[in-house]
Nanobody, 119 residues
Framework: VQLQASGGGLVQAGGSLRLSCTAS????????MGWYRQAPGNQRELVAA???????KYTDSVKGRFTISRDNAKNTVYLQMNSLKPEDTAVYFCNAVVTIYGISNIQYWGQGTLVTVSS
């Protein structure tokens, strides 16, 4: 399974960006998809996640500003980021937990996309 992320870039504080991540491969089904981020000197943290059942969760710092959504037909997850703040600056990583060849809970990561928010 390969995850291809896109949509990062440079934006001013208060602006918006939309990240996309598409999973491709053979003989897999997606359970959970989500976005993590890692700022310089920090650990990677969960930003938002979406389960196959449609439930979502967000880290507290992005609640009310970010929205995660999925297009299951396209194996794609989106992260709409509004009211961006400089502290949102990080490399954002797409994550997918899949069942592949009958084996559950296999985790894959995308290559990371840089989001830079200027003040």
């Amino acid at each position: 399974v390969q995850l291809q992320a896109s949509g990062g870039g440079l934006v001013q504080a208060g602006g918006s960006l939309r990240l996309s991540c598409t999973a491709s491969g053979r003989s897999f089904s997606i359970n959970n998809m989500g976005w993590y981020r890692q700022a310089p000197g920090n650990q990677r943290e969960l930003v938002a996640a979406s389960s196959s059942g449609g439930s979502t969760k967000y880290t507290d710092s992005v609640k009310g500003r970010f929205t995660i959504s999925r297009d299951n037909a396209k194996n794609t997850v989106y992260l709409q980021m509004n009211s961006l703040k400089p502290e949102d600056t990080a490399v954002y990583f797409c994550n997918a937990v899949v069942t592949i060849y009958g084996i559950s809970n296999i985790q894959y990561w995308g290559q990371g996309t840089l989001v830079t928010v200027s003040s």
